[in-house]
């Protein structure tokens, strides 16, 4: 699991290194103003979770992640957070078990442990990731950036896989 997160996070700093600030942070009519920035500060505070976690041996809590608005307004400081991710992926063996702390309601009291184990947690970054790739690539078109698509982005392996296998 941690090689296919890498992959999928150096997908992401490769196509941060052709934009510029104004693309990074261009208001999306289509993602009600959101950013391409915005969803990439997301992806990274995610994987920022579970390292920390990891790290520290702790529960995973999303709800609870740290939001640097520097990582949303300059794709340099992303990209830079992003090797540090991937350079804690190809030096720890993520392994074992944690809880994820989650609140699913708007009440502050209802935190609730959901028994997880960190691979659980690292597959559900790389699909939270692919998720918010196709919100890019929305706001990508919707600037007139085809060209900076590879056509994977934010496309899971499986849809992948089953596009390979209809087109022969």
Known sequence: MQVECQENLKSISALLRSLNEDQYQYPSTYLSGATIGQHIRHIIEFYTCITSAFTEN??????????????????????????RIIDYLETQKILGNTALLANYTVDESETCSIPSSFQRELAYCLEHSIHHQALIKIGLLEQGLPELICPDFGVAPSTIKFRMANDS
Request: proline letters at 12%; hydrophobic letters at 40%; zero cysteines.
């Open 58 to 83: 702790s529960p995973v809590n999303f709800d609870a992640r740290k939001r640097d608005p520097a990582l949303e307004k300059h794709p340099l400081e992303a990209i830079k957070a992003i090797d």
